[in-house]
């Protein structure tokens, strides 16, 4: 815990130390759409690509799906973000927003034997 409110102060102090000098190099309106908004986006490009599915899974089964290589997630992710991309362009937009989040059983419905 130690570790990481250092590392975050680190973080913060670096950023508000340097935040007046890139904002007379970049101005106000550059600084927050360009750098900030590219951080953003390089964060989006990550979250897409490496970061693998884990909705309804068991904590046993995530551990199987990051015990996989880099490169086997990045694939399947990517062949995923096209298949979407297709299924979004098309029109198929049940098969985009619906069908790929299927209704979990709340806690009621798993528990009630009675129904």
Do not use: C, H
């Amino acid at each position: 815990m130690t570790t990481s409110d250092a590392l975050l102060f680190l973080a913060s102090f670096i950023v508000t130390y340097n935040f007046s000098a890139m904002e007379t190099a970049m101005t106000r309106t550059g600084l927050t759409l360009g750098f900030y908004g590219g951080i953003a986006v390089i964060g989006e490009v990550y979250q897409i690509l490496f970061m693998p599915e884990t909705k309804d899974k068991t904590l046993e089964e995530i551990d199987l799906v990051f015990s996989r290589p880099t490169g086997e997630i990045v694939a399947e992710n990517w062949a995923n973000t096209k298949q979407t991309m297709r299924d979004f362009f098309s029109g198929r937009w049940r098969k985009v927003f619906v069908e790929q989040t299927p209704r979990r059983k709340s806690i009621f419905e798993a528990t009630d034997k009675s129904v």
